[in-house]
DNA sequence: CTAAGACTTCAACCACACTTGAAGTCAAGA
DNA sequence: TCTTGACTTCAAGTGTGGTTGAAGTCTTAG
């Protein structure tokens, strides 16, 4: 019976390297308020297994779009001092899908306007229903602040 | 008849106004070699009214998820000299279509993802197939540099 | 003619999501 | 014990896509 067992409380390194996530990465979600850890005398971080599940969140959040301050709001909503169930983490995201719905939708209307848009000289712009949408599709690439249809700081 | 003519020539200011695009941006758009202009003899930009197509072009290109740099790529295919016609525009965007597709079915996995994955313990990663997809997504967040899948630098 | 507003360049700044490096401490195997 | 590698903090740097400000020039309406 040689076999290391599981460690129970993880390094920064070993959580790196269970979630794929850079070490430098996960100290700074913690200076994010993003995730936490135990400390041990000596200061270093040490972390319960259920965090690989919370990074693994936070890459999900990221993914759908959301920016790190608002993984963390929505982090805020689980319970603190115990690992939150598979039902809790479901409950945080249930709400994420009309967002992904809109952007599905989005990505359509721009593969639509690929051939009905481009061509046909729609891209005339101010009323091209493609380059105008309604939604602020942040995560879909920056683009330029003021575009047709957001305010710009004051008007 | 004192109705102005639409302008042949149109300053940044105008080109501005016609794009929703800040001259700020026009500037650094024209840093970037994606735009150019001639210039008058004191300096000051003149675009000719196709530029607005252009610009609307590089817009959608930034909502299909493409940088700045590879849309720089793109509009070097066009000819100088000339404006482009409707069809040349629709064959510079004829291959996103395939990338829009991947998008699509990226967000379709990410949503599966909400329901049947975040709740399971799926989300334990390694051979989850929602957080580790084979493409880059590059435009749908930023996230860590070195996931599941990418290689570091040099490992 | 003159004043306002639009234009010019250039450098600096912003947010986001990290990475990198310096300087030092801690832990574990030989 | 020693040495190596992993850890610590803090500051500074990176890339993308711009914005903002300063200092000066140009254009145009009155």
Redesign the interface.
């Known amino acids: 019976m040689t076999e290391t067992p599981p460690p129970i409380w993880l390094t920064v390194g070993e959580l790196a390297a269970?979630?794929?996530?850079?070490a430098s990465?996960l100290r700074f979600y913690e200076d994010r308020g993003l995730i936490g850890a135990r400390r041990t005398d000596s200061g270093h971080r040490r972390y319960p297994r259920s965090m690989?599940?919370r990074v693994?969140?936070i890459?999900?959040a990221?993914?759908?779009?959301?920016s790190l301050e608002e993984i963390r709001a929505e982090l805020q909503k689980l319970p603190v001092g115990r690992a939150p169930s598979?039902?809790e983490?479901?409950q945080?995201?249930?709400t994420?899908?009309d967002r992904?719905?809109q952007?599905?939708a989005?990505?359509?209307r721009?593969?639509r306007?690929?051939?009905d848009?481009?061509?046909?000289?729609c891209?005339?712009?101010?009323r091209?229903a493609?380059?105008n949408p309604s939604d602020q599709?942040r995560?879909?690439?920056?683009?330029?602040?003021?575009?047709?249809g957001d305010s710009p700081p004051s008007d």
Chains 1, 2 share one sequence.
Do not use: H
């Open positions: 269970r979630t794929g996530v850079a990465a690989a599940r693994a969140f890459l999900f990221q993914r759908i779009g959301l598979g039902e983490w479901a945080l995201s249930a994420w899908s992904l719905d952007r599905v989005e990505l359509q721009l593969k306007g690929l051939t848009c481009i061509g046909c000289g891209l005339s712009l101010e091209c493609i380059l599709a995560a879909l690439g920056a683009g330029p602040r003021y575009w047709l």
